[in-house]
C-alpha cells in the first residue's frame, strides 16, 4: 500500500514539473538611441535653476555661477572608474591651451557621493592639473529633476552592473544660462571646444564676441559628424570674390595696355 501512494505522488510530481512552462532564456540589450539628446529641443532655452555642492560644502546654484562667464558641465559621478575618468581627462588636456575666461563645473549627479568621494576622486583622476577655471560639485537631491528636463541629460542605475549607465557629454551654457551646444563623446577636441564656448560667448557684448562671431561665420557644426565644419557657404564665396578679383585686374591691365 506504501508502494503504491509512493508511486501516486512521484506521478503527481512529475506531472507538475512537466506541465510548468519551462523559464526562456531572453536577451537583454540597451538600445542607445534611448540616451539620445533631443539637442534641437533644448538648444536656446535656458535651463532651470538647479543647486550643487561644491568642494567647501557651501551651496551654490547653476543661475549665479553662470553669472559673467560661459560655463562647460560635465555630468559624471564620483564612483565611475570608466567613461567618467576618460571624459574629464580628454577634456582638461584639450582646454589647457584655451585662454579664455569659462567655467567647467564637473557635475556629479549622483546625490549619494559625498565631499570625500568628490576629494578622492579628484585627486585620483585631475591631481596634475591646477586649472583654477575647473570646478566640482555634487548636483543636490532636490534639484536632479530640474536638471535632467532642463538639459534632456539621461541616465539610469544598471543593478546588474551595480553601476550609472549615461550619456557622456559636454554641455554648454551662455552667461545667461541658456544651452548653446552638446559636444557628445569621450574625447572631445580642443578645436571642438574652443568653437563651442565661442558660441556661448556672443551673447555678452565685447570685443572678443564680435571676434568669435566673425570667426563662426566660417564654421558651422555639422550634427552628423559631431565637428565644427568650414562653412561651404563661405568656402565658394571666397573662390568667387578672389576669381571676381583676378578677373577685374585682367581687365584693367588689359585696358591699359590698350590705351597706350
Known sequence: M????????????????????????????????????????????????????TEDGST????????????IILPIFFNCTTGCPLTLHSTLNSIQNIKRDFSLLVLSFDYNDTLQTMKEFKELH?????????KYAILTKDSLNNFTNSTGFKFFFSVRDNTFVHTLVLIFLSPEGKITRYLLGSNPKEGNISLALAEASISKFSINSIIDLAFLVCYSYDIKT???????????????????????TISIILSRRRTE
Open 226 to 248: 559631431r565637428q565644427y565644419l568650414i562653412n561651404p557657404t563661405i568656402i565658394f564665396g571666397s573662390i568667387g570674390i578672389i576669381l571676381v578679383g583676378i578677373t577685374v
Open 126 to 134: 585631475s591631481r596634475n592639473y591646477k586649472d583654477p577655471r575647473v
Open 60 to 71: 551654490n546654484s547653476i543661475k549665479n555661477f553662470t553669472k559673467g562667464k560661459p560655463t
Open 2 to 53: 506504501k508502494w503504491h501512494l509512493a508511486i501516486v505522488l512521484i506521478l503527481f510530481i512529475e506531472n507538475i514539473l512537466y506541465s510548468t512552462p519551462s523559464m526562456k532564456h531572453t536577451t537583454s540589450f540597451l538600445d542607445p538611441n534611448v540616451m539620445v539628446i533631443d539637442e534641437k529641443n533644448y538648444i536656446g532655452k535656458i535651463t532651470k535653476d538647479f543647486n550643487f555642492i
